[in-house]
């Protein structure tokens, strides 16, 4: 019965692998699948062909490898059971260990409790306790929390299997009814039966036959009814023990065939060499020595068949013990040398698969270091490799600042350059300037006082006849013609140069200004004759305007000519002069209403070239029409008038 | 990466002051054009005001010159009637 208790705890930490791998957003590879479907199937695969488990462990390694973490986690988990169906704790201890470092996320919770579960094994197989007592409750922790009762179940069986391997046969029970409690009405799955096996077990080993044949009769019809006759032999087993045990050997002569008649069908060899065994344990109960013998020797071919060496040791154990009863010590004695045989295979093939199991460890760890190793130089190298990326981009951003410095603070110089250039012609510009306005207003200044000499000598001239006139009684015509002629050229020539200083004395000539001086004009004119009749119209518009003295001068000088003519030679009685300003433009008319004259036959004279040449030397256009009899009319247009030309 | 982010930002830092330092000579030099400008502007304005009032004299002179010519002449005529009226009456001595 401890066997069996032994192989259930295996199965019952396998079957809480039944739950289901969180599905992943994204669609699965052909690899990514199988992988899945073998870590879901491996409890079954673990219970029905434990034998494939290798073969299955390889292909999942290999499809693996270049998988993403969870399916590497997965892959180790699968390794893991692997190793713990061999027996090799320290491997699959290394397995468990990889899944949580691969899943160390929350939402794989579930990987994880298998895994704790499995750590909860290899330490409770390695006499460790407190640490599977620690990882297995870890696992019931998650399970309880996400309210998985298979988990909760199995969570529970294992920590009974730690009671049960104590003896603590009243905490193994407490635990088992918990879990069994945790699946309710829930029976008819593998949690159920497996952990109601164990139970039974446990009542068995306390000596309560009643309830572990109660158990395994509810259990019976259980299997009935899904069809599992591999459980059902299980519990027919437990029973034949129990009836063997409370010394109703019949009965357990009766179930014992049962269930080796299940096994047979089956054609699972170990279990059918275990049932001869209890066969021939149940036949020595019996003092049935022939039959024991007989059935031991059946269990022992087979085992030896299929080199099962810890029940083939067993099997010896229970024959030795029949040819003792019989008194064949000699057969006894040889058993019992084939027995320490085998057994010392078995312990030096125990050692051998230790050390194997330990050189496997060591190389893993050695490769492990390696890799660590490995990991660190190639971590340096980049760390290194990225320095120099740094040094390299720093000293490239240096390059491209200075080079950018450099070409700024160029550009800057050659625009300070330039514009030094350029501050210095201005300036030298001005400077020229400056020594041409000296020069000019030298000019002036002595044509001022030259001005002044003519003026005091005309003068001079003038009073002089006058006294002449005055202090000599001058009857002689031609002397006194003479005289009036000197008189009257020399008082023009005054008027021309007061014309001249009064526009030489202002820098500007007003439109005021400008009509104060034509009305004196036709004053003097209207003193030479009378009959005519003057209209002068100023724009009031043009009062704050200003002209300059060449402009001022050379209109003057135009208006002058023009009246003189219309009084001279065209005989005209009416006489309108207007100045007015036509948007920006300047229009200078002077209309008379004189005889006129053929512009074919006069051409330039009467001053008509002169009065045009002032026009256009201050930039206006001059234009005159005259017909006979009708009147002249004098046009003048200027653009400019007011700026510098 | 400090050490970009610190190059970055001392260089980022010169060329801004730089760019501040441009823009005020710029500045600078453009009101000393301003000024430099105006001050032709004025001179030339003053130099064409000289330049037409010395036209105008150089006009009044040209006028002048014949007149003066003319004066001489009739004063001349003057003299010489005198003369020969005075010679004609025997007053001469």
């Known amino acids: ?645 | 990466m400090v050490l970009l982010i610190g190059i970055v930002c001392v260089f980022s830092m010169l060329l801004f002051l730089l760019w501040q330092q441009f823009r005020r000579d710029a500045f600078a030099f453009q009101q000393r054009m301003e000024s430099l400008q105006k001050t032709i502007v004025a001179n030339n304005k003053r130099k064409l005001e000289q330049s037409q009032k010395i036209q105008l004299t150089e006009e009044f002179q040209s006028h002048f010159k014949n007149d003066s010519a003319l004066i001489g002449q009739s004063i001349f005529n003057l003299n010489y009637e005198l003369f020969e009226m005075l010679s004609n009456n025997n007053l001469l001595h």
């Open chain 1, 1 to 645: 019965m401890k066997n069996f208790g032994l192989i259930f705890c295996l199965l019952l930490a396998l079957f809480s692998c039944r739950q289901q791998v969180k599905k992943e957003p994204t669609t699965r590879t052909e690899s990514q699948e199988k992988i899945v479907k073998w870590y879901q199937r491996i409890s079954y695969i673990s219970n029905t062909h434990p034998d494939s488990l290798v073969y299955y462990a390889a292909k999942s390694q290999q499809l693996a490898a270049k998988e993403p973490r969870l399916y590497q986690a997965l892959d180790a988990f699968i390794q893991g059971v692997s190793y713990q169906n061999t027996s090799s704790y320290e491997l699959s201890k290394k397995a468990y260990e990889k899944v949580l470092l691969l899943v160390p996320e929350s939402k794989y919770d579930t990987i994880k409790a298998r895994t704790y579960i499995g750590l909860g094994s290899y330490y409770k197989n390695t006499g460790d306790y407190p640490q599977a007592f620690r990882y297995l409750y870890k696992a019931l922790k998650i399970y309880e929390k996400v309210n998985n009762k298979y988990g909760i179940a199995s969570s529970h069986g294992s920590i009974a299997q730690i009671y049960l391997q104590k003896e603590d046969l009243s905490s193994a029970k407490d635990h088992l009814k918990i879990g069994l409690k945790a699946l309710g009405n829930d029976k008819k799955n593998q949690f159920y039966l497996i952990s109601s096996h164990t139970l039974a077990n446990a009542y068995g080993m306390s000596g309560d036959y009643q309830s572990a044949l109660d158990i395994d009769k509810e259990c019976i019809a259980i299997c009935d009814q899904i069809q599992s006759p591999r459980n059902k032999a299980t519990f027919l087993d437990n029973k034949a023990n129990c009836y063997m045990y409370s010394n109703q050997l019949d009965s357990a002569k009766y179930y014992f065939q049962e269930c080796l008649k299940i096994d047979v069908a089956i054609g699972e060899k170990k279990q059918i060499g275990d049932t001869y065994m209890n066969l021939g344990n149940l036949a020595l109960f019996q003092n049935d020595y022939a039959e024991a013998e007989k059935n031991l020797n059946t269990s022992i071919s087979i085992f030896k068949e299929i080199n099962q060496k810890p029940n083939l040791v067993e099997s010896y154990a229970v024959l030795i013990d029949v040819f003792v009863k019989q008194g064949k010590l000699k057969q006894a004695l040889a058993m019992q040398m084939e027995k320490e045989s085998i057994y010392k295979q078995l312990i030096s093939e125990k050692k051998e698969a230790a050390l194997a199991e330990f050189n496997i460890v060591y190389e893993t760890q050695k490769k492990e270091q390696e890799l660590a190793e490995n990991k660190v130089k190639l971590l340096q190298n980049e760390a290194e490799a990225q320095q120099k990326n740094t040094y390299i981009i720093a000293i490239a951003l240096v390059a491209i600042f200075v080079a950018l410095l450099g070409f700024l603070i160029n550009r800057q110089q050659k625009i300070k350059t330039q514009q030094q250039n350029q501050e210095y012609k201005l300036k030298a510009a001005i400077a020229q300037i400056e020594t041409q306005n000296q020069l000019q207003e030298q000019r002036l200044n002595i044509s001022r006082d030259l001005h002044d000499n003519i003026g005091a000598q005309l003068t001079f001239i003038i009073s002089s006849i006058e006294n002449i006139k005055y202090a000599f009684d001058i009857k002689n015509p031609t002397l006194d013609a003479r005289l009036n002629s000197i008189t009257q050229f020399t008082k023009s020539t005054i008027v021309e140069l007061r014309d001249t200083i009064w526009a030489m004395n202002a820098a500007a000539i007003t439109f005021e200004a400008l009509q104060a001086r034509i009305l004196n004009f036709i004053e003097k004119a209207k003193d030479a004759k009378d009959k005519i009749r003057f209209d002068v119209d100023i724009d009031p518009s043009l009062n704050d305007s200003q002209l300059t003295s060449l402009e001022g001068m050379n209109i003057f000088r135009t208006l002058q000519e023009a009246i003189h003519n219309a009084i001279k030679y065209a005989d005209a009685s009416e006489i309108a002069v207007a100045i007015k300003k036509i948007e920006e433009h300047l229009e200078i008319t002077i209309k008379d209403n004189g005889i006129g004259f053929d512009a074919t036959t006069i051409g330039n004279g009467h001053g008509l070239q002169n009065m045009r040449a002032r026009m256009e030397s201050i930039g206006a256009t001059f234009h005159i029409h005259s017909e006979p009899n009708q009147g002249t009319t004098i046009f003048i247009l200027h653009h400019h008038w007011g700026k510098s030309t």
